[in-house]
């Protein structure tokens, strides 16, 4: 079962929580449409809390370069 949840404000990304299966738990899967298709990509919350955290820093300016 999904639930979809509000696409993120000043944005055309739709969000949208799924269950992931017993070793995923519950997902969020981001999709964008881009030339009359869609993309996504699923993360678990694990891999949500890390890509807001570099998402912060891009936005204040601070990220970080992997070289």
């Known amino acids: 079962m999904s639930t979809e949840l509000r696409n993120i ?27 009359g298709s869609f993309q996504n ?7 949500c809390l890390s890509l807001a955290q570099e998402l912060i820093l891009f936005a204040n300016g601070k990220e970080v370069v992997d070289f």
Do not use: D, S, W
């Open 9 to 35: 404000p000043k944005t055309e990304i739709m969000q949208t929580r799924f269950a992931g299966g017993k070793g995923r738990g519950a997902m969020l899967q981001l999709t964008v449409q881009n030339n």
């Open 41 to 47: 990509i699923q993360l678990t919350r694990e891999e």
